[in-house]
């Protein structure tokens, strides 16, 4: 938790942010990601400072539990002092002890982004699905949190001005944009409007062109003037050479395909899992991950 310290920006840790997404898909289903199409509701998780303060965690926890659909779950949230915004005991359950930090004693509004986090980390121990290194772990859970609709809760969270700051999670604002973008692509979303923070609005404004970026990259027929230009010498230079490895810089790769055609391959925009078609013009393909349908020129 950022307090009152430095807000790192940009997207350093968007390799794993991608990589969390695709490991969201391959352990949950493409049906299973689609239950989770409406996000929680600022009504829901709403935290008033006349509200008793354990009552109404509690009631924030059992919330977020229903909408990760763990009904099976009793979350104990206490308060004490301590670095980290929140902390949770991954024991077998159906049990679990949640410690929030003594900060939300007096910053009530941000209860529900602490918990939404420590909430997902009961959900994806049950899914047994985690990355190695705390890291990395961590950002998988901000991903999965945005992903599947408490996540908007972790950016709006996010505030910054000349005497003072606070960011929840391991993203940096401009990555809880990026996710809730793709995440607002696929379900016809727009979070925007539950922002009660600007700097938030600002970063979930960057994470959507970037994510914009990603549906416009070569072979994709989106793509721009210039990356098309690259992708058709790219291309010509690995027909010549009868297949080439990866380029730096761009996110296809040409390989050979024995007496076959040559192929390439690029992330799947919606859930960056690789897909594999030949190059013989335009072609539409299905992403068998996400069932994206996607319009290609190779």
């Given at each position: 938790?950022?307090?009152?310290?430095?807000?790192?920006?940009?997207?350093?840790?968007?390799?794993?942010?991608?990589?969390?997404?695709?490991?969201?898909?391959?352990?949950?289903?493409?049906?299973?990601?689609?239950?989770?199409?409406?996000?929680?509701?600022?009504?829901?998780?709403?935290?008033?400072?006349?509200?008793?303060?354990?009552?109404?965690?509690?009631?924030?926890?059992?919330e977020l539990v229903r909408h990760y659909r763990l009904p099976d779950a009793r979350l104990v949230?206490?308060?004490?002092?301590?670095?980290?915004?929140?902390?949770?005991?991954?024991?077998?359950?159906?049990?679990?002890?949640?410690?929030?930090?003594?900060?939300?004693?007096?910053?009530?509004?941000?209860?529900?982004?602490?918990?939404?986090?420590?909430?997902?980390?009961?959900?994806?121990?049950?899914?047994?699905?985690s990355f190695p290194g705390t890291r990395d772990n961590e950002i998988l859970t901000d991903t999965?949190?945005?992903?599947?609709?408490?996540?908007?809760?972790?950016?709006?969270?996010?505030?910054?001005?000349?005497?003072?700051?606070?960011?929840?999670?391991?993203?940096?604002?401009?990555?809880?944009?990026?996710?809730?973008?793709?995440?607002?692509?696929?379900?016809?979303?727009?979070?925007?409007?539950?922002?009660?923070?600007?700097?938030?609005?600002?970063?979930?404004?960057?994470?959507?062109?970037?994510?914009?970026?990603?549906?416009?990259?070569?072979?994709?027929?989106?793509?721009?003037?210039?990356?098309?230009?690259?992708?058709?010498?790219?291309?010509?230079?690995?027909?010549?050479?009868?297949?080439v490895g990866v380029q730096p810089g761009v996110p296809y790769a040409f390989t050979p395909d024995?007496?076959?055609?040559?192929?390439?391959?690029?992330?799947?925009?919606?859930?960056?899992?690789?897909?594999?078609?030949?190059?013989?013009?335009?072609?539409?393909?299905?992403?068998?991950?996400?069932?994206?349908?996607?319009?290609?020129?190779?």
């Amino acid at each position: 938790m950022a307090n009152g310290g430095p807000v790192q920006h940009g997207f350093p840790h968007l390799r794993t942010v991608r990589a969390s997404i695709t490991a969201l898909y391959k352990r949950l289903s493409y049906d299973t990601v689609q239950t989770f199409a409406t996000s929680v509701l600022p009504a829901d998780v709403a935290f008033c400072d006349t509200d008793d303060l354990y009552l109404g965690a509690q009631r924030v926890a059992r919330e977020l539990v229903r909408h990760y659909r763990l009904p099976d779950a009793r979350l104990v949230v206490g308060f004490r002092e301590m670095t980290h915004a929140a902390n949770v005991e991954l024991a077998a359950g159906p049990e679990y002890f949640v410690e929030l930090n003594d900060r939300f004693r007096t910053h009530r509004r941000d209860i529900g982004a602490a918990l939404a986090h420590e909430v997902m980390h009961v959900y994806l121990h049950r899914l047994g699905l985690s990355f190695p290194g705390t890291r990395d772990n961590e950002i998988l859970t901000d991903t999965a949190t945005t992903y599947l609709g408490a996540g908007w809760l972790l950016l709006d969270a996010y505030r910054e001005d000349a005497a003072s700051s606070q960011k929840l999670g391991y993203l940096t604002p401009e990555e809880f944009g990026y996710v809730l973008a793709k995440r607002a692509l696929v379900f016809a979303e727009d979070p925007s409007v539950w922002f009660t923070s600007p700097q938030a609005y600002t970063a979930y404004v960057k994470g959507l062109a970037e994510a914009r970026r990603d549906e416009q990259q070569p072979p994709l027929t989106a793509a721009g003037w210039a990356g098309r230009r690259r992708y058709a010498r790219d291309r010509r230079h690995a027909q010549e050479r009868d297949g080439v490895g990866v380029q730096p810089g761009v996110p296809y790769a040409f390989t050979p395909d024995g007496r076959g055609p040559l192929r390439v391959s690029f992330p799947c925009p919606t859930c960056q899992q690789r897909i594999r078609v030949p190059v013989q013009g335009r072609v539409r393909a299905r992403c068998g991950l996400c069932r994206t349908v996607l319009e290609c020129d190779t």
